[in-house]
């Protein structure tokens, strides 16, 4: 299959490497992106991969949502803002429920949306330079669909922290938090990555599976009915005069101006 936003190599142990591959734009999240993503990992589910490897190339791992596409979306119909909420959603349920193993190798900066694609694998590993966060806050928007499963990694004080500051922390703070596994020289980043994936090549590929299954069965229930209502207020928020602000803002490279509409 060929990507229009990533490139896929799979190698004869058994090892996939999605990397998102939009540098000029620092990876950011797009349409295109997300299906390219969904795509990517129902290439490796349904292929001979044993382990897949994410990473970003360039710079930066993810600098979250395309700027292009930001621009229109406070302009979109409450219909379409769910259909996008919906699909986001798709994409970060694909990444926390993979049934195989799933490495993020975090080469630059996760920011927003592209942070929540790095830390929902099940082995996040980073650059020392690397800089993470959720700043949906600044834009006037919420981070509604990635709080979801972040609960489930982090305590509330850190997730509070984190959510509701928009603040940027480096890749040593969010290993302290717990928010990532490791953190590695730059030069060493697939090499790790690919150690990682080496020592998951020799355990059982069905125990694995179903010891993935059995975690995600835990709070199943309560995850789609989670998901649900952060669906709705993602779309919803889309529509304040916060939001419009917030994008318009950012956009033209100013402060925001809260509460004037």
């Known amino acids: 299959m060929s990507y229009r936003t990533l490139t896929y190599q799979q190698d004869e142990l058994g090892i996939a490497t999605i990397a998102l591959a939009l540098p000029e734009k620092r990876n950011a999240i797009s349409s295109q992106m997300i299906s390219d993503l969904l795509g990517a990992l129902d290439q490796a589910e349904h292929g001979p991969t044993r382990v897949a490897i994410l990473t970003g190339s360039g710079k930066a791992f993810s600098a979250g949502m395309d700027l292009d596409e930001l621009q229109s979306v406070a302009k979109q119909t409450p219909e379409k803002n769910l259909e996008d909420a919906r699909r986001v959603t798709q994409m970060f349920s694909r990444l926390y429920s993979f049934p195989k193993p ?40 919420l981070p509604a669909i990635v709080a979801v499963f972040l609960r489930r990694r982090l305590g509330d004080k850190h997730l509070r922290d984190l959510l509701l500051t928009g603040r940027l922390i480096n890749a040593a703070e969010a290993l302290r938090m717990g928010l990532i596994t490791e953190v590695v020289p730059a030069e060493d980043l697939m090499t790790r990555a690919r150690e990682i994936a080496k020592i998951l090549l020799a355990t059982s590929p069905s125990a694995i599976a179903q010891t993935k299954k059995l975690l995600l069965s835990f709070d199943h229930a309560a995850v789609r009915a989670e998901l649900e209502a952060a669906i709705k207020a993602n779309a919803d928020i889309r529509s304040t005069p916060d939001f419009r602000e917030g994008v318009a803002a950012f956009l033209e490279k100013r402060a925001p101006k809260w509460g004037e509409d």
Do not use: H, Q
């Open 102 to 141: 799933l490495i993020a190798a975090v080469n630059g900066s996760a920011i927003a949306g592209g942070c929540g694609i790095a830390t929902l694998a099940d082995f996040t590993i980073s650059v020392p330079e690397a800089k993470f966060g959720y700043t949906e806050v600044k834009l006037g928007f």
